[in-house]
Structures are given as C-alpha cells and as structure tokens.
C-alpha cells in the first residue's frame, strides 16, 4: 500500500525568509508526487508534479520541490515566504503499480507572519 | 477554461435524511473521481469514473453510498440516509485518464448531518 507523511502539522515562518514543508512517501514502484493547496473554503488547488526527469520541479506561485528518491521525499520550498502564501498544502502521490489512486497526506498549516 | 463545478457548496441536513451532491468535470476530461475530507486531514478517494464506468469503488460504503454518471459527463454523489459521521467536505476532481494526469479539484459540497 502506499501512503504519505507530512510530519509537521503546522510550519511558521516569517515573511521573506524560505520555507520548507515536509513530506516523506512509501510507494511500489516509481512514484509519481505531487503539491497542492487549500484555502480556506476552496477545493485544492494543483502547485506542481514530479513524474520523471530533473528531480527539482518548479510550479505556481514560485514554488519547487525537490524529490529525493534515496530519501523518498519530495518537499515543498519557496526562497522567499509571502503573508498569502499561509494555507493548508497537501503532498500526494500516485504510482502506476496501483492504477490512478491519489494518497494524500495529512497535510500542513503554512503560517506566514508579516 | 471552466473548472470543475460543484453544487451545492453547503448542505445541512437531519440524520437518516437523504443527500445528493452534482459535479461536472473540466470538458474533455474522461477520468472523474469523489473524495471525502474530513476536517484536518487530506481527501480520501470514495470512487473513480473512467467515463461512465466505475473502475474503483472499493472505498465506497455501498450501503449508504452511491454514485452514476450515466453519460460520461456529470456526475452525481448519493447518500441515503446520512448518519452523523458523514459530515465532511465532498470532492470532486476531473482528469486526463494517465496516471500522470494532474488531477484538478472543485470547490466542494462541505456537508453538515444534524
């Protein structure tokens, strides 16, 4: 089965300093990972996706993750944190061994203070 | 481009009483899929459409819980009768069928069972 961790609940970072969120996978098989993030009463919204190739992935709003195949992580980076990037942001991944099934992680609580 | 729609956004509703949720997919998109996210934790998949045809409903409660897109399109989510430990947000996500497909969510059904 896989599964992924995101082992801090809530991240808390001032603005313009760089942020990490974490996120681990167990999967079989090649992973295929993904970020996405939650405003508050809004559906998630796609950041970026790492399927093959050079292993940092750039997406939206000046986001990147790094994936880590030794490590199996993939996590999310930003150099310079703005106030509304604070949200609800999900690691997922998918692997071809188990058809199209999306799992996600628990999540983390981004917390960008001016 | 449209994304996924989703109505109605809120519903309250009495245990035992019955529910429906709609969604309609980003056009073209054959893949469609309904979650469940519970507060403070990532979505859960419920059941995936390869067109009309549902090719993983395993985490489907089948008692209580139903679902059809009966034309390839539209989809609708069932519950009857709610209990009280169906109060969640209900997702709805549309893709490309390949497993590298991203998968794009829409706004959400949050419901409230009395």
């Known amino acids: 089965a896989q599964s992924v961790a995101q082992p801090e609940d809530q991240v808390n970072v001032a603005e313009g300093n760089p942020l990490t969120v974490k996120c681990t996978y167990s999967v079989s098989g090649n992973p295929y990972l993904f970020w996405y993030v939650q405003y508050p009463n809004r559906g998630l919204q796609f950041l970026l996706k790492?399927?093959?190739?050079?292993?940092l992935v750039k997406g939206s709003y000046g986001f990147e993750a790094e994936f880590n195949k030794s490590q199996t992580s993939f996590h999310l980076k930003k150099p310079s944190a703005l106030v509304s990037d604070s949200a609800l942001y999900f690691c997922?991944?998918?692997?071809?061994?188990?058809?199209?099934?999306?799992?996600f992680g628990g999540g983390t609580r981004l917390m960008v203070k001016p | 481009e449209a994304g996924v729609v989703q109505s109605p956004r809120y519903k309250i509703i009495e245990k035992k009483q019955p529910v429906a949720f709609w969604c309609n997919p980003i056009?073209?998109?054959?893949?469609l899929y309904w979650y469940r996210q519970n507060l403070g934790q990532g979505p859960e998949l419920l059941i995936r459409y390869e067109n009309e045809e549902a090719v993983d409903d395993s985490q489907l409660p089948k008692d209580r819980f139903s679902a059809e897109r009966l034309k390839g399109v539209d989809s609708t989510l069932k519950i009857q009768p709610a209990e009280l430990g169906d109060s969640a947000v209900y997702l709805c996500?549309?893709?490309?069928?390949?497993?590298?497909?991203?998968?794009?969510f829409g706004p959400g059904t949050r419901l409230t069972v009395l």
């Open positions: 790492y399927i093959t190739g050079d292993n």
């Open positions: 996500a549309s893709s490309f069928p390949s497993t590298a497909d991203t998968q794009y």
């Open positions: 056009s073209g998109h054959n893949t």
């Open positions: 997922a991944v998918r692997s071809p061994n188990a058809g199209n099934m999306l799992t």
